[in-house]
């Protein structure tokens, strides 16, 4: 979240892209992914769902666009 309303504070042109990993990349970070998108797209419903309705409604009024992307979706499980 720092990263974004740092972002926010002093907006360039190009996007902001922020990552989230975690072992495997199909559990702790896409449920991080869900929840950030959530809350910066200011979707107050879905970010509630995470028990971050709140955090979500500081940003309904900045109307930003969030295009979430699992990038490992399509590779083997990590097993450790």
């Known amino acids: 979240m720092l990263q974004i309303e740092a972002y926010l ?3 360039t042109p190009a996007p902001i ?3 989230t990993q975690c072992v495997g990349g199909r ?3 896409a449920t991080t992914a869900l929840a950030l ?3 910066v797209s ?3 419903v879905q970010a509630a769902l995470y028990g971050l309705a709140e955090a979500a409604q500081e940003f309904t009024d900045r109307h930003l666009t969030v295009d979430l992307v699992h990038r490992d ?3 083997d499980v990590v097993d450790r």
Request: zero cysteines; aromatic letters at 0%; glycine letters at 6%.
């Open 42 to 44: 200011g979707d107050v």
């Open 27 to 29: 559990h702790r970070a």
């Open 73 to 75: 979706l399509d590779k």
């Open 17 to 19: 892209t922020v990552v």
């Open 37 to 39: 998108r959530a809350v």
């Open 9 to 11: 504070a002093r907006p």
